[in-house]
């Protein structure tokens, strides 16, 4: 039981992750706008880039802008090239056909080949966490470090550690369901619901109910299937940038300790050598708008140390 709660609350926090953005919040003047493809077909990404020195991506979660990193990209003040991401399906973006984490994952190794990227720093919120983490598998000679914003690399073995793909294969697909055939109703109130759950302001709130109802509800089914069904775990010895893991258990305070939470995400890691797991005690989900200032200190010293004197080399 206790375990079950465990996942309902790290379920929902991760597949309603992405559903807001910064309340008022742009792209910068500079930024430039980009897409994945010159095709008519809907390109795996929108992407906004700005400032100069080492790059650095950033991937937002489930139904998320990649607005939700505007504050942070605000902080950097251009000494970084910032890639933006906003996942096709998402806030407004054109949806794309399925399989949809198996796309964007190839997607964003391609971009980092196409666009000359030098080891970039990956930075993923939720959905975007477990993309930074497939991709560093991927092609670990292109990626020079990883933050992880609260995410596992499997979902389901955070109620069953023996848990499998094939074990959660039904749960996920009866998930899927379930959520392409729910009324519009019955998903603005669990959007609502959520958001008011792990996002502490309440104009962050609003503005997430609005980017999750702009966002295709099958893209958002498929996705949520996705993630309930890819175990990255096996991969994680493939990684060998640096990698900060930033968790949040406040959502959960009264019902699981701090220690249960803790427990989970150094499980999940524990193949991953070169992971440093911090977790937050103010944070919710969203932690870089809830403890900006923590989220900003986390980052800087990781950039500081990895993204600066990380040795680039020449791509093949």
Not at 3 to 12: M, P, Q, T
Not at 90 to 106: D, N, S, V, W
Not at 136 to 164: C, K, N, Q
Request: include cysteine; charged fraction near 20%.
């Amino acid at each position: 039981m206790l375990r079950h709660r465990v996942l309902s609350s790290l379920f929902v926090l991760s597949l309603l992750s992405g559903c807001a953005t910064t309340s008022g919040a742009a792209p910068s003047a500079d930024a430039e706008s980009s897409e994945t493809s010159t095709s008519n077909a809907p390109a795996p990404f929108h992407v906004e880039r700005s400032g100069k020195g080492r790059p650095v991506v950033f991937i937002p979660g489930l139904a998320s802008s990649g607005e939700v990193w505007s504050e942070t990209v605000a902080h950097l003040g251009g000494r970084y090239d910032s890639h933006v991401l906003t996942l096709a399906g998402f806030a407004g973006q054109p949806a794309i056909q399925a399989p949809f984490l198996e796309t964007q994952r190839r997607a964003i190794a391609e971009y980092l080949r196409e666009q000359g990227l030098e080891k970039p720093i990956l930075v993923g919120h939720s959905l975007g966490g477990v993309l930074a983490l497939a991709v560093a598998a991927d092609v670990p000679e292109r990626v020079g470090g990883v933050v992880v914003v609260d995410s596992l690399p499997f979902l389901p073995a955070a109620m069953h550690p023996g848990a499998t793909v094939e074990s959660s294969r039904p749960y996920a697909d009866q998930m899927r369901t379930q959520m392409r055939t729910q009324s519009v109703a019955q998903r603005d109130e669990a959007l609502r619901q959520t958001m008011q759950r792990y996002i502490t302001d309440g104009a962050r709130q609003d503005v997430g109910f609005r980017w999750g109802t702009q966002s295709d509800n099958e893209t958002v089914a498929q996705a949520a299937y996705d993630l309930m069904t890819t175990d990255l775990r096996p991969l994680l010895p493939r990684i060998t940038a640096p990698t900060l893991v930033l968790g949040s258990w406040i959502a959960l305070k009264g019902h699981l300790p701090r220690e249960t939470v803790e427990a989970v995400y150094n499980g999940q890691y524990a193949t991953l050598s070169t992971a440093r797991v911090v977790m937050h005690d103010t944070a919710r989900h969203f932690i870089m708008w809830d403890d900006p200032e923590g989220f900003y200190r986390e980052l800087d010293g990781f950039l500081g140390a990895h993204a600066s004197v990380a040795q680039v080399e020449p791509h093949p």
